[in-house]
């Protein structure tokens, strides 16, 4: 992923037209809270100016009728202040929250549709701090930050043109403290935002550390590694420390110099307006009013400066956050779409070469044909490129050099939807989401029936263990389907598969994580699945592609040999160099072994 470090000011134009975008559906909400915000901030500076009026028009010449009237317009003022403050914080919480969400789901649906190497790249933790740690950061922002801080503004507006109603020179007093606010303001500006973007990459850091290690934590565990990674813990989440106690620190300055910049202001009225009041030149209640106003004053400054720290963390997350919606690490869509009828299942890779990583080629030249309903197998080292042939065929990237042509068809032609639709695919490592054994089968789709899943079951002998689980169909799988066995999860795999009747079926070491028991009732259910399908199997123990149609034996990336298990036998070449080092423990004492020796041994007498 691209740097962490945001690029941006504080107001960026730029992403704040972006943000607006999720603002934009729910104008009237918009609307409402930003009026009921502005008339709270016009009513906040009435107080002090009544209080002004009760003590200089009643109280100072003991009008108690007139006095009493003007405390029922006090509490009326009050009670209509409390009522806009309670529908502004109500309304701007509630369209933060219907923004986010809309947020949210943009940055669900954008990941889904990222290329796998992408994901390649980055780690999950950090993407998992984009949509969670980020997003309610924006969230803080949208409920409670720029309704806010124009209302603090319309306030702060009110309570100057006030203050130069009651008295001019006694506002200018008040002003005095402002050049050493404003500089204060400043610097506490620059060196926070640069704590809140060591905040942030620390946060993204200490979470993709947590999602791997928790993840991995049975390794930790088996190797005895839990006080190396501790300690590696320790020093991430110390640096996280550090970072937040940065701008803890900004704080604990910026606040204290606030409130006694605040106070000399005050005490500069007080020592002002003394002489003024004795000389008869200014009323006890412009005092007392311009006391109150400078409380009001101050507090919406300070308030600017929390929805300063809103508006920077939010900034540093909604850059990074755009800057994940920016990735364009997209499988291109065909301009020209072709969708397939009546697919047979025919497959040709034509000098295909492929590499992750610039021009370390994974792939080279790679060509060979599957027929519609051949078994193909691949075989190989570990590493000589058999996956990536099966992540090129599904589309999860696209080679560099030749084409892959499906019926005639080349797949960059075919939306990847329409193409995967008639891919089945079983895994080595099988995945399984939190749910119901049903919903792991389906993955949601509600046309496939119950007696279509029982039949899929049926037919590869998953229904045995299925039927005995608590439930059922309904058992609640635990997240990555943690309390089944191995052989478990890739049978239920194997339904998966099957319930969605695909064209072609790809094995990625399908039964290499089962006993040999549920492997010979596997195989036997394969013999029928894979009838009238191209089948593409990968497999390290050359016992179970034997039977292949054509068996391509990979080596760095390019096709070294390819026909069936007896001719690849005969040529004496890498596979049956292969063959016989998987077996040279065994050699005699393996009836199989030596009934699939039988023909190369006749083969040989008759050379001799």
């Not at 006694?170 to 620059?190: D, I, R, Y």
Request: include cysteine.
């Amino acid at each position: 992923m691209e740097s962490d470090t945001p690029s941006g000011n504080v107001l960026d134009t730029l992403l704040l037209r972006r943000l607006y975008r999720y603002v934009k559906p729910y104008p009237v909400l918009l609307a409402s809270a930003t009026v009921l915000t502005i008339s709270a901030a016009m009513i906040s500076p009435l107080r002090p100016y009544l209080t002004k009026l009760a003590i200089d028009s009643y109280i100072a010449i003991g009008d108690y009728a007139g006095l009493f009237a003007l405390s029922m317009a006090f509490l009326g003022v009050l009670g209509l202040e409390a009522l806009a403050q309670f529908g502004s914080t109500y309304l701007t919480q509630l369209l933060g929250q219907k923004a986010v969400m809309n947020l949210r789901l943009d940055i669900f649906t954008h990941l889904q549709k990222l290329a796998l190497s992408f994901f390649d790249r980055n780690p999950i933790g950090r993407l998992m701090t984009r949509v969670t740690n980020d997003v309610e950061t924006l969230n803080e922002m949208l409920s409670s930050g720029l309704v806010s801080l124009l209302g603090d503004v319309f306030q702060l507006t009110f309570i100057i043109v006030m203050m130069f109603i009651l008295d001019w020179r006694l506002t200018l007093v008040t002003f005095s403290v402002l050049p050493l606010m404003f500089w204060a303001t400043m610097v506490f500006k620059k060196y926070v935002r640069l704590a809140y973007q060591d905040v942030r990459t620390e946060v993204a850091r200490l979470n993709a550390f947590l999602q791997e290690h928790i993840t991995g934590m049975a390794i930790v565990q088996l190797f005895g590694r839990e006080q190396k990674e501790f300690e590696k813990h320790a020093d991430i989440n110390a640096a996280h420390r550090d970072a937040n106690i940065r701008s803890v620190w900004y704080y604990s300055i910026f606040y204290p110099t606030i409130e006694l910049l605040s106070a000399i202001a005050l005490g500069l009225i007080i020592w002002h307006s003394s002489t003024r009041v004795l000389e008869n030149s200014l009323t006890l209640g412009v005092v007392i009013s311009f006391v109150q106003y400078i409380a009001l004053f101050f507090r919406p400054l300070q308030d600017l400066s929390d929805k300063f720290n809103i508006m920077q963390t939010a900034v540093t997350s909604a850059e990074r956050i755009f800057k994940l919606l920016d990735q364009k690490v997209f499988i291109k869509e065909p301009e020209k779409p072709i969708v397939p009828k009546d697919l047979r299942g025919e497959i040709r890779f034509e000098h295909v070469s492929f590499a992750y990583i610039d021009e370390h080629w994974v792939l080279h030249d790679v060509s060979f044909e599957a027929k519609a309903g051949e078994k193909i197998a691949l075989v190989g080292a570990t590493g000589s490129g058999k996956s990536t042939i099966i992540n090129l065929l599904c589309k999860f990237y696209e080679p560099q050099k030749g084409r892959i042509l499906l019926d005639g068809i080349d797949i960059r032609h075919i939306p990847e939807r329409e193409l995967r639709r008639h891919i089945g695919v079983v895994l080595q490592d099988v995945f399984l989401f939190s749910g119901s054994v049903r919903d792991n089968i389906t993955l949601g789709n509600p046309d496939i029936t119950d007696a279509e899943i029982e039949r899929a079951a049926a037919l590869v002998g998953a229904n045995a263990f299925i039927e005995k689980l608590p439930n059922g169909y309904h058992y609640a799988v635990q997240e990555r389907g943690s309390a089944l066995s191995t052989g478990q999860r890739q049978l239920i795999s194997f339904v998966r598969a099957m319930v969605y009747n695909p064209k072609i079926l790809v094995l990625d070491e399908a039964t290499s994580s089962v006993d040999t028991e549920t492997e010979q009732l596997i195989e036997k259910a394969l013999e029928t699945l894979m009838h009238g399908r191209t089948s593409i199997v990968i497999a390290h123990r050359l016992s179970t592609v034997q039977k292949a149609d054509k068996i391509i034996v990979l080596h760095r990336g390019t096709i070294r040999e390819m026909g069936t298990h007896q001719e690849l036998l005969q040529q004496r070449g890498l596979y049956y160099k292969l063959y016989e080092l998987q077996y040279a423990e065994r050699p005699l004492a393996n009836a199989e072994h030596n009934k699939a020796r039988l023909p190369l041994a006749n083969a040989l007498a008759k050379n001799k």
